[in-house]
C-alpha cells in the first residue's frame, strides 16, 4: 500500500541494530505517550482506562490489569507505524523482551538509585507518581519507556515530594471490583450518559412546583384541555398547570395549543 515503501524499509533496516532499537522504542513511546495521553484527557477514553488506575497498591502484577478494548488499540496505535517503518525481525524481537519487561519492571516495587538515569529511561519510581491519586501527579508521567518525552512535552513532575506516593487509584470515577464488572462497566457508564442525555434533549417540559412555573420554563401548559397560557394572557395566573415549557414553539411542538385568553 501507499504507506509501506520497501526503499524507505531497507534504509531503516540498514541501521545497525543498536540505533535501529533505540529509534524503534522511541517511536512506539512516542505513540504510546499521545495514545496513553487522550485515555486521560478524553472523558469518553478515560471511561476504559481507568480500569487500569483502578490497582489501590501496586506490584508488578498491575501492569495486566487493563481493559481489553484499550489493549487492542494501544497495540493497533503503537505496532502499526513499527510495521510501516519496517523494523528488521531482530529489533522487533528485542523490542517485544524490552516492552514486556518495562510493563512488569516499571509496576514493581523497586527502589534503586537510578541516578541521571532517572532523566532518560522510565523506572518504577518514576511510573509509580503516574499512578498516584496525589494531586500533584494527576495526568502526568505518561512516558513507557522514555522518561525525557514528558519533561519535552510538559507533563512530567518536576520534583516529586517524595520517592513513592502516598496512596493510588482512581479519582472521581467509580470501579467497581471483579474482572467481569471492570470489563463491563466503561460500556455501562457510557450507555447512561448516552440515556441521560437523551432523556434531557427530549424533555422539553418540567413539573410545577407549588402551582407555579419557574421563571426558565414560564409557559403553563393543561394536558386535559391541551392549551397552553402564555404570560401576559388573562387565565395566566389563575391556571393551576400540569407541565411548564420554556416558550410556546415546546409546548406546540407536543401538540398543545395557544389558549384564546
Same mark, same amino acid.
Given at each position: 500500500g501507499w504507506l509501506v515503501r520497501n526503499d524507505f524499509q531497507a534504509a531503516i533496516q540498514g541501521i545497525h541494530v543498536v540505533p535501529q532499537l533505540l529509534l524503534?522504542?522511541?517511536?512506539?513511546?512516542?505513540?504510546?505517550?499521545?495514545?496513553?495521553?487522550?485515555?486521560?484527557e478524553v472523558p469518553s477514553l478515560w471511561k476504559f482506562h481507568a480500569?487500569?488506575?483502578?490497582?489501590?497498591?501496586?506490584?508488578?502484577?498491575?501492569?495486566?490489569?487493563m481493559h481489553? =478494548?484499550?489493549?487492542?488499540?494501544?497495540?493497533?496505535?503503537?505496532?502499526?507505524?513499527?510495521?510501516?517503518?519496517?523494523?528488521?525481525?531482530?529489533?522487533?524481537?528485542?523490542?517485544?523482551?524490552?516492552?514486556?519487561?518495562q510493563a512488569v519492571f516499571n509496576h514493581a516495587n523497586v527502589h534503586l538509585p537510578w541516578g541521571p538515569l532517572r532523566h532518560v529511561l522510565v523506572t518504577p519510581d518514576f511510573?509509580?507518581?503516574?499512578?498516584?491519586?496525589?494531586?500533584e501527579a494527576i495526568d502526568k508521567n505518561y512516558a513507557a519507556h522514555y522518561a525525557f518525552l514528558d519533561r519535552l512535552?510538559?507533563?512530567?513532575?518536576k520534583n516529586p515530594s517524595r520517592q513513592f506516593p502516598a496512596k493510588y487509584g482512581v479519582?472521581?470515577?467509580?470501579?467497581?471490583?471483579?474482572?467481569?464488572?471492570?470489563?463491563?462497566?466503561?460500556?455501562?457508564? =457510557?450507555?447512561?450518559?448516552?440515556?441521560?442525555?437523551?432523556?434531557s434533549v427530549a424533555k422539553v417540559w418540567v413539573e410545577p412546583t407549588g402551582g407555579a412555573c419557574p421563571t426558565s420554563h414560564p409557559v403553563k401548559a393543561k394536558i386535559s384541555s391541551k392549551?397552553?397560557?402564555?404570560p401576559g394572557m388573562a387565565n395566566y395566573e389563575r391556571t393551576n398547570p400540569d407541565r411548564c415549557y420554556a416558550d410556546a414553539a415546546s409546548a406546540e411542538t407536543d401538540g398543545l395549543r395557544a389558549a384564546k385568553r
Open positions: 524503534c522504542i522511541l517511536l512506539a513511546d512516542l505513540m504510546q505517550y499521545w495514545t496513553h495521553r487522550a485515555y486521560h480500569v487500569h488506575h483502578s490497582a489501590k497498591t501496586m506490584d508488578w502484577l498491575a501492569g495486566s490489569r481489553v =478494548l484499550e489493549l487492542f488499540v494501544t497495540r493497533i496505535a503503537v505496532l502499526g507505524p513499527l510495521f510501516v517503518f519496517g523494523f528488521s525481525k531482530q529489533v522487533m524481537d528485542l523490542y517485544i523482551i524490552i516492552v514486556g519487561f511510573h509509580h507518581w503516574h499512578h498516584a491519586s496525589d494531586k512535552f510538559g507533563t512530567d513532575i479519582v472521581g470515577t467509580h470501579m467497581p471490583d471483579g474482572f467481569v464488572n471492570q470489563q463491563l462497566a466503561p460500556f455501562k457508564q =457510557l450507555w447512561k450518559k448516552a440515556t441521560k442525555k437523551a432523556t392549551i397552553f397560557h402564555l
